[in-house]
């Protein structure tokens, strides 16, 4: 299940934005990326310039989902952390639980070890804010995997649907 599937309150979204903040600043990065698993957005802090967020949110979640599998072949349950190196910047990705994923680009003003020292504080942070979340109960109508539409009805439907 996806962090997307919880019910994020503003109070989450303030919470998970000030610990991408911190890292952007405190591993001296360009850009830190939070996504779920799914591929979709959930913070980001830095200037994405003419990097399309949406892109990369889906070819990090589709690397890690790769990696995961290579790291059953050899007989690993996961590999969390890749590090793509570049000419001009490089990429840290690490999978934060089952939930998570967080991007950090970072060029020659950082280096991998303050990466690495920094997102590790920033990991231990993420599953605060995601523990927090998991133990406030569900809204009414909403079960643990979305909402619930077991009563709607094919009248409800209608309704909804209805183009007058």
């Known amino acids: 299940m996806a962090i997307v599937d919880l019910a994020l309150h503003a109070e989450d979204e303030r919470n998970l934005s000030a610990v991408v903040s911190r890292l952007r600043e405190d591993a001296n990065a360009r850009i830190v990326f939070l996504l779920d698993r799914n591929g979709h957005a959930l ?3 830095g200037e994405m310039g ?15 989902a790769a990696t995961e599998g290579l790291a059953r072949l050899v007989g690993e349950k ?9 000419e001009r910047d ?5 999978a ?9 680009v970072f060029d020659e003003r950082s280096s991998l070890g303050l990466v690495r020292l920094r997102v590790r504080k920033a990991t231990a942070d993420l599953y605060g804010v995601v523990e927090q979340i998991q133990r406030r109960p569900a809204p009414a109508g909403v079960s643990a995997g979305g909402f619930d539409f077991s009563d709607l009805t094919d009248s409800d439907l209608d309704k909804l649907f209805d183009e007058n």
């Open 43 to 45: 913070s980001m802090a």
């Open 50 to 64: 003419e990097t399309d967020p949406t892109a990369l949110a889906s070819l990090a979640a589709g690397n890690v």
């Open 78 to 86: 996961s590999f969390t952390t890749l590090w793509h190196e570049g």
């Open 90 to 94: 490089s990429l840290h990705i690490s």
């Open 96 to 104: 934060v639980g089952p939930r998570l994923i967080l991007i950090v």
